[in-house]
């Protein structure tokens, strides 16, 4: 399972090139940071390899590839159910009993420490928990590749630390991770750095490809 992206380059209709000549194999076994400054296309990146954004220029083939699951920036929840059963019913909907589905979730819940807030209401939980129980949610659902938008934005440097940490871990139990960082912390990390200032027209690694052609 692996995704190759090649020769990428998008922009958006009426707008300036975001990145170039992007070449990179996202594998199971390293979670990859996506950086660059704001506005320099790292949640466009995202939709990219999710197949939800045609890209302007290049190629991005998906081997093996057929369940994403995607974290975004803000969460989003049903405010009267409990946070347990925002986890639990992706599980309940793929024919898993509810006992079981519970015993997953939690244990999903327990990576980022979030099983002391199982019976709270969504509307009850702050902005860092919420976006913690959608990472779980994710991550229960098991699937073959994870995109994660800013996943530390509303959290405190210790839980963005430890939030950060099972992210790493989580490629080396066979998923493709990629995430989408302004945080430095978080990009630390991580095994691999994609920076995408070095794929702006003009970055680096773009002038490098223009002097390879
Ligand atoms: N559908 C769209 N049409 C036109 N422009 C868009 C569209 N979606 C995003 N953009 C623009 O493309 C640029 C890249 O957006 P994107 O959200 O990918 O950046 P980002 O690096 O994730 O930013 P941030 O770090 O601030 O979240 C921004 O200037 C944004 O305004």
């Known amino acids: 399972m692996r995704v190759v992206v090649e020769g990428l380059a998008h922009r958006f209709p009426g707008t300036d090139l975001l990145f170039e000549h992007l070449d990179f194999v996202a594998e199971p076994g390293s979670t990859i940071a996506v950086c660059g400054p704001s506005g320099c296309g790292k949640?466009?990146?995202l939709s990219i390899l999710a197949g939800w954004e045609k890209p302007y220029?290049?190629?991005v083939t998906r081997e093996g590839v057929n369940r994403v699951g995607w974290v975004f920036q803000n969460?989003?929840?049903v405010a009267e159910r409990t946070a347990l059963d925002h986890v639990v019913f992706p599980l309940l909907a793929k024919g898993m009993r509810r006992k079981e589905a519970e015993l997953k979730a939690?244990?999903?819940m327990g990576l980022f420490d979030l099983?002391?807030?199982a019976d709270r209401r969504f509307s009850d939980?702050?902005?860092g928990e919420a976006q913690r129980l959608m990472l779980a949610r994710a991550v229960c659902s098991k699937p073959d590749m994870l995109l994660v938008d800013e996943p530390t934005a509303q959290l405190d440097t210790r839980t963005a630390h430890s939030v950060s940490h099972v992210l790493n871990n989580l490629s080396g139990q066979g998923m493709i991770v990629l995430v989408a960082t302004h945080d430095p912390d978080t990009r630390d990390a991580c095994d691999r750095v994609l920076d995408l200032a070095d794929y702006a027209p003009g970055g680096s690694k773009s002038q490098e490809s223009e002097l390879e052609e």
Do not use: Q
């Open 43 to 45: 949640s466009t990146l």
């Open 57 to 59: 220029a290049g190629t």
């Open 75 to 77: 969460p989003y929840g």
């Open 106 to 108: 939690l244990e999903a």
């Open 115 to 117: 099983e002391y807030a």
């Open 125 to 127: 939980l702050s902005g």
